[in-house]
């Protein structure tokens, strides 16, 4: 779910250990409160209850651990080696939902997914500069935006078009604030009386006497905003930001990015699919392209010939078929065919039905072992009054209508069973 900046803003920045230092990886504590969580917890992303009856709800003196909020997602982490499955702020408490209780007024250690935290204040601080740059570059105020397991979205809202031009150049300049390693800090304002707007503010402060504090993350001469989020010390720790794509949302216009270490997992997955591509067509990068496109050309071509081949193999054996009832003399006509479907099924049909349109064909296709697929075509009268047990002896369920039946079989090694039910249905007929 995507949030407004001024989600992010928290009453107690400096009250714990993650929200004065975002670098510190783990802090000693005391437990306050441990209960046993027997609702589904109040997170619009929690799980379900069934998990929720097996987990337990402890605050603690201090925590390492961000709670979800603002668009940012939960940290994971460990007290005291028991799993923290997510981190959640219910009624202006800091909750850890924990996979086993733990003692209160117990001494414990509290232990931060660094490799989770460091990716969300990669993402997070870079989402800032993007939002600041887009607003410098085009005109662009962010609206809302989301932290997700694989990519950042922002949305903005331009006074007119983003071009393919603007983003490039909103990306570029992005990068260029990236290597200019502009310093990120916090700074807190207090919520309670009125306070002179600081350069660079993007967005509002919000009403005297909402929050007692405020808290804003300053990106150096680039950027200051309402934020309660964890955030890297330099624009240089983002590495390097990349726009992977572009959306129309409800009016707004949608920045699907990444960032730092985001990118270069997505460039390394990249490099390997290149190289099993680059084995597969055996031609280099620069030729893969050209390589495809003649690949699905001469795929579209052989499909073609492949239909129509497939269409003259079914006029003959609905001719044979035809010529088969007229040596008999018999009205009806049951096959199987080994590995065909329903088109196949259909054109023998109808090549077979131009040369003896008065008789029942029962066809089936698939494996005579794991089942496919059956067509009863013939008299109207006939279809309606035994096709649904002619399909019963093959393990078969369809429908249909004006004198058509198709659908599933699981037996067709029983197709030749229904031949007596369909010979008597057409004597019954004639009389």
Known sequence: MAHKDEDLIIESPSALAYQSDAYLRSVLATVLTCEPCLKQSSSKKSKQKDECESSWHVTLSDTVLYPEGGGQPSDYGTVNGVRVIRVETIKGACVHVCAEPLPVGSQVEVVVDWDRRFDHMQQHTGQHVLSAVADIVCCAPTISWELSAGYVNVDLAPEGEISAENVSAIEARANVEIRTARQVKSLELDGTVQNEN????????????????????????????????????????????????????????????????????????????????????SSGPEGHVERIETLLRDKRSAGKRIDTLLGQVAELRGKELASELERSGSSVAVSHYEDEDLPFLQLVVDAAQKLKPDAVYFLSGGSSSNGGVFLLQGPPKVVEQVGKQSAEVIGGRGGGRNGKMQGKATKLDCISSVAPILEEAMQNLSI
């Open 198 to 281: 600081p350069a660079h503010l993007r967005g509002k402060l919000p009403p005297v006497g909402t929050h007692k504090v405020v808290r804003l993350v300053e990106i150096e001469g680039l950027d200051v905003n309402a934020c309660g989020g964890t955030h890297v010390r330099s624009t240089a720790e983002l590495q390097l930001l990349k726009v992977i794509r572009v959306e129309k949302v409800k009016g707004s216009t949608r920045l699907i990015f990444a960032v730092g270490g985001r990118v270069l997992d997505m460039l390394q997955g990249c490099l390997v699919r290149q190289t099993k591509i680059t084995s597969l067509l």
